[in-house]
């Protein structure tokens, strides 16, 4: 009889463990999270540390909350207003101050790193855009 009860004791001691580690997560002190729903926005966590979901209905998003930067791949050229031609090199330090909004801004764009690479192509032309109007 008790062999018959070890292969289901096994299989409920190994849902078990599956359901516990898919209903928490963990947010470390560098970043912010962004928990979603069928995804639709539930719920943004600020605060660091073990936190709770439902498993397999609600998933995490991790952002940075550190200063990031960026900087051109190439010098500029840009002729200012006396024609001249000026080569700059620039760079900008960005942070993510709102995760729901940043997310938003950016759910067209994918996860991940076609995320990161489409950011960068738009703080690339943010900033090209800003160096050209000033000069």
């Known amino acids: 009889?008790?062999?018959?009860?070890?292969?289901?004791?096994?299989?409920?001691?190994?849902?078990?463990?599956?359901l516990l580690?898919?209903?928490v997560y963990i947010v470390e002190q560098t970043?912010?999270?962004?928990v979603t729903q069928f995804g639709r926005p539930v719920n943004v966590v600020l605060?660091?540390?073990?936190?709770?979901?439902?498993?397999?209905?609600?998933t995490v998003e991790y952002f940075d909350n550190r200063l990031l930067e960026y900087a051109?791949?190439?010098?500029i050229e840009i002729n200012a207003s006396d024609e001249r031609r000026i080569k700059l090199?620039?760079?900008?330090?960005?942070?993510?101050t709102d995760p729901l909004a940043f997310a938003r801004a950016t759910r067209a764009m994918g996860?991940?790193?076609?995320?990161?690479?489409?950011?960068n192509q738009q703080l690339g032309n943010?900033?090209?855009?800003?160096?050209r109007q000033v000069i």
């Not at 605060?47 to 609600?58: D, H, N, R, S, Y």
């Not at 051109?72 to 010098?75: F, Q, R």
């Not at 943010?126 to 160096?131: E, F, N």
Request: proline share 6%.
């Open 89 to 96: 090199e620039a760079f900008l330090r960005w942070r993510i």
């Open 111 to 119: 996860s991940g790193s076609n995320r990161i690479s489409a950011t």
């Open 1 to 18: 009889m008790r062999s018959n009860l070890m292969p289901a004791f096994i299989a409920f001691t190994l849902f078990t463990l599956i």
């Open 126 to 131: 943010l900033l090209d855009s800003s160096l």
């Open 31 to 34: 970043e912010t999270a962004l």
């Open 21 to 23: 580690y898919n209903s």
């Open 47 to 58: 605060e660091p540390g073990l936190k709770a979901k439902i498993p397999f209905i609600q």
């Open 72 to 75: 051109m791949p190439d010098e």
